[in-house]
């Protein structure tokens, strides 16, 4: 087996296949599938990944791997295999699919660094260069950059006399500290510490130390704990009393923290109820995809637990996927207080060092349990016996660049290969897997009630023409703000939910409507208010804010929609005594600030949590009695065919903020189209009414779960050339579907131009379509091998945004 196929990282079309290398004599037997090694490309060194190893290729003349990054390989066979399930279920290149399952620690960084050519030496070049040769062999192209050698050096390589190469470069080093142990026996240190002299009085010191504790300890803490040097310790180690050596250490996110012990619940009969066919699953070996089915508050987080607990007995692994918004510190408590140091956790907020080490722990199988969002799907557990998926209903489990995968739909395909269960829960199911549980395909487990049967807050809607045509002017109801100033007295907690997305807060002239549009992208500019700026959220365009309109020169052009701050504003003017915490983008950009505000709040700090979707999931603090909605309605215009089902969700989860625990909670949601069903709705919290409506329209206007959606994407910059392109897309799928299938386009996108993009697409709705995958391979094929036009197609199996 001196061949290897390997999967360079080239994401082209024309380099989305194995390509073969000999493997030196040295690395034969070390080298296997699963590994990163580094290997010629063109003129380049770059890394890939070895797939299978063999004895014969078609090929004659193969260059030789030039060496392995790692000891072991990063991705099992399991992993390997789900790489070319995600290949085929995406249609994404492969090296995408491999690099979706490993921590940016792992991708390949690249440096340019130049180094004299074989058989040169020093001597050979002018002057000037000599010294930068002299120390060292190669020299890195940033430091030519600054020195300003640039020119000389190039007029070199042309010569041939030097040579430019790509490093690979791993990103993050492996932490590694310094430690101290005794070489010599516990009674030889004693007589050490009675044979020093008295004026060696730190060495000494150490000494004792070391008497006191026989063990290894790291060197940083050693010195600081007993206010000596390093160099006192050095001394020790050279007269052969100690030994410094170096040991990896993990970055611990939550080192400063400590977690609180919990045991298992006495589980209620509906939990009990719910909880036994998971644990049969469990015993027997068997996959099958649950859906629990409950309210906030109704338990279903112990269920988890206890499903962990049966898995972690046996001998297994578990893994639990959180939306990231709700991956709070009082979510991972909840895990890590049960199970300890046997869980991991992976979300954005980690450093990539950090991201990196709870991924070791993971391979090294240190643990049993990661609590994670979106790409913890891919841990590499050899011996999973349960994937849970919270809040299965949340759009951000779908991946939006490629590889682009839904969690739910990998969870299944993994758990099918272990032959575990899965569950899914949700207070609020998708349409998808509610209808899957319907037709017997999923497993429904239902908790119908709260904790101690806590009745749910009672909601009330409030229709804010009213409040208009009756003169209030605020962004507070009469009944809102009489219900925050109860909630003062009563020294009571408050949150306050705005719905950000949508057009939150655009510039428009109110005398002729002029909306101030970005000009590389048809989508408004969003106003930022802290640098006074004007900004696309699509390409990052900014602009001034005008004084006066460019179109009819009004004054009266300014900001619409309701930003967060302006909120707090307005709360400072009508409760100036409330104290308020505002949580957005803004104020938990750093690491840490999300925790400590939560922490803040919960602390009694404040009176009022603000906030946008961030709050919406996770908190579970007892003296909240009263959640306010500032405008329900939003997100229901977005051109999307889930904006009900998103807006019904969202509203039935901030609802569920209040009255979590002895107080009662109350909500008041502020609309402006009470009458949607929608908000009507979850004014009631009614799952079930909600989804016999929304299937019906679905069925109607055939949207899943009815059909199935392909999505393909066409962009130019010319627009002749997009909808020619798109139209030719649309005659090809046409003619090659079965007549069941509903073929949309060419169609203008909802944003029609991205970065000076313009962007068509074609919509497929279908229900069987077994050829389909092979035609868009053909697209796909054609389009992505043809670069030189500028043309490029994406296209999105099931997509979430249809923008
Ligand atoms: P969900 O995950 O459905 O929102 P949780 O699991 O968070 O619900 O449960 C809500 C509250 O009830 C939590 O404070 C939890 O500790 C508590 N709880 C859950 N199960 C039990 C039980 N069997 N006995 C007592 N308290 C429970
Ligand atoms: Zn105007
Ligand atoms: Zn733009």
Not at 72 to 92: A, F, I, R, S, Y
Not at 398 to 418: F, G, L, N, S
Request: glycine share 4%.
């Amino acid at each position: 087996m001196e061949i290897a196929s390997v999967i360079v990282d080239v994401p082209t079309k024309q380099t989305d296949r194995a390509f073969d290398y000999l493997i030196p004599e040295d690395w034969r037997g070390t080298i296997q599938p699963g590994m990163r090694v580094i290997v010629p490309f063109g003129p380049r060194n770059i890394q890939g990944f070895v797939t299978e190893l063999k004895s014969e290729s078609a090929f004659k003349k193969l260059r030789e791997i030039i060496e392995p990054m790692d000891l072991k390989p990063v991705l099992n066979q399991e992993l390997l295999e789900l790489g070319d399930w995600l290949t085929e279920n995406t249609l994404c290149f492969k090296i995408f699919a491999y690099q979706v399952m490993l921590p940016a620690a792992l991708k390949a960084k690249y440096e340019k660094k130049v180094k004299l050519s074989i058989g040169m030496a020093v001597a050979d070049l002018p002057i000037q260069l000599q010294g930068f040769f002299e120390n060292q062999e190669m020299l890195e192209w940033e430091e030519a950059l600054k020195k300003g050698i640039v020119p000389l050096l190039q007029r070199e390589a042309a010569k041939g006399h030097l040579e430019v190469i790509y490093v690979v470069k791993e990103r993050v080093k492996k932490k590694q500290r310094k430690f101290v142990r005794p070489l010599v026996t516990l009674d030889e240190l004693k007589k050490e510490v009675e044979r020093f002299p008295a004026k060696a009085e730190k060495q000494k010191l150490v000494l004792s130390y070391f008497v006191e504790h026989f063990q290894a300890v790291e060197l940083r803490e050693l010195t600081s704990n007993l206010k000596t040097s390093a160099a006192t310790v050095k001394a020790l180690v050279e007269k052969g009393i100690l030994t410094e050596f170096e040991m990896e250490v993990y970055r611990d996110p939550f080192e400063h923290r400590t977690f609180k012990r919990t045991k298992p619940l006495p589980l209620t009969n509906s939990q009990q109820t719910a909880i036994v066919p998971i644990l049969n699953a469990i015993e027997t070996n068997r996959h099958e995809v649950f859906l629990l089915y409950g309210v906030t508050g109704s338990g279903k987080t112990e269920i988890y637990l206890q499903s962990i607990q049966e898995i972690i007995e046996k001998g297994q692994e578990a893994i639990v996927l959180v939306p990231e918004i709700s991956l709070t510190p009082q979510m991972v408590n909840r895990f890590k207080g049960r199970f300890g140091e046997l869980v991991a956790v992976m979300h954005s907020g980690l450093s990539a060092g950090e991201k990196y080490d709870e991924w070791r722990k993971i391979q090294r199988k240190e643990v049993k349990v990661v609590v994670g969002a979106r790409s913890a799907i891919f841990a590499p557990f050899e011996n999973l016996g349960i994937i849970i998926i919270d809040e299965e209903h949340e759009t951000s489990y779908k991946q939006e660049e490629m590889p682009r995968y839904h969690a739910r739909d990998v969870a299944i395909a993994r758990a099918k290969t272990y032959s575990c269960p899965v569950v899914l829960g949700s207070a609020t199911p998708s349409l998808e897997s509610f209808a899957r549980a319907q037709k017997k395909v999923y497993h429904l487990l239902s908790l119908p009630s709260r904790m101690n049967n806590q009745t749910l807050p009672s909601v009330e809607i409030i229709d804010m023409r009213e409040e208009l045509r009756e003169g209030n002017r605020s962004m507070f109801s009469r009944k809102l703000l009489e219900m925050l100033k109860d909630r003062l007295e009563k020294k009571q907690q408050s949150v306050l939910f705005l719905n950000k997305r949508g057009h939150s807060s655009f510039v428009m002239c109110r005398d002729c409507g002029y909306v101030m549009n970005c000009p590389n992208c048809d989508i408004s500019l969003t106003y930022h208010r802290v640098n006074e700026q004007m900004k696309c959220h699509y390409c990052g365009y900014e602009s001034y804010v005008p004084k006066q309109c460019p179109e009819c020169t009004s004054e009266y052009i300014r900001y619409f929609g309701t930003g967060t701050q302006k909120v707090e504003d307005e709360l400072g003017k009508i409760l100036p005594e409330a104290r308020v915490i505002r949580m957005d983008v803004d104020t938990t950009g750093r690491k840490g600030s999300h925790e400590r505000l939560l922490n803040d709040f919960q602390e009694g700090k404040a009176d009022i949590l603000l906030g946008t979707q961030m709050i919406a999931k996770g908190l579970d603090f007892p003296n909240i009695t009263l959640v306010g909605v500032l405008s329900a309605d939003t997100m229901l215009h977005l051109p999307d065919f889930r904006a009900s089902e998103k807006t019904f969700q969202l509203l039935t989860q901030v609802s569920g903020r209040a009255g979590r625990h002895q107080l009662p909670g109350e909500v008041i949601i502020q609309t402006y189209t009470p009458e949607h069903y929608s908000v009507e709705l979850a004014g009631t919290q009614d799952y079930d009414l909600f989804y016999q409506h929304e299937m019906m329209i679905r069925k109607t206007h055939h949207y899943p779960p009815f059909y199935y959606l392909s999505l393909i994407t066409v962009s130019h910059e010319q627009l002749m050339t997009v909808v020619s392109a798109t139209e030719k897309i649309v005659n090809y799928v046409r003619s090659q579907v079965s007549k069941d299938a509903v073929v949309l386009g060419p169609a203008a996108s909802p944003v029609a131009r991205i970065n000076n993009r313009y962007r068509y697409q074609c919509l497929i709705k279908y229900k069987r379509e077994p050829n389909l995958s092979k035609i868009l391979k053909t697209i796909l094929d054609q389009y992505q091998k043809d670069t030189k036009s500028g043309l490029l197609v994406s296209i999105d199996l099931n997509p979430y945004i249809l923008m």
